[in-house]
């Protein structure tokens, strides 16, 4: 997140759709690999799901911990349509666009927590 904070924010949102990109392609290898779409072994979903919980946000520790604790929040928890990719799609594409779709939820309550407390960061 801090080297993707340092690009501009156009160039921030093309690096991020080109990592969810890259990490469908190696979610599905991996799950070839593992023998699971969901395997515990593949973050790259995870990392993904950060990135956009995190897109345009400034760094900073505050920051940082809340993106964290909201993504992780919203990937276990999996409101809809997490929890539609969740449930139907066992591959690569599902395996990151569930917590992709959880990150926008994130990305929602790090919007809401910049709002109320503009100075907490």
């Known amino acids: 997140h ?11 949102v093309v690096t991020t759709l080109g990592f969810i990109a890259v990490a469908v ?5 991996a799950a070839l690999y593992f023998g699971a779409s969901d395997d515990g072994h593949i973050v790259s979903d995870e990392i993904a799901g950060y990135f956009v919980t ?3 946000v400034p760094v900073s520790l505050k920051t940082v911990v809340a993106g964290f604790l909201l993504f992780r929040l919203f990937d276990i928890t ?4 997490a929890s539609w990719f969740d449930r139907r799609m066992h591959n690569g594409l599902g395996n990151v666009m569930d917590d992709v779709m959880a990150a926008l939820w994130g ?5 809401l927590l910049l709002w109320l407390w503009p100075g907490a960061v």
């Open 54 to 56: 995190m897109l345009l």
């Open 78 to 81: 999996k409101p809809w349509p």
């Open 2 to 12: 801090l080297a993707l904070s340092q690009l501009e924010p156009w160039l921030q």
């Open 107 to 111: 990305r929602a309550g790090m919007a």
């Open 25 to 29: 392609l190696a979610a599905e290898r």
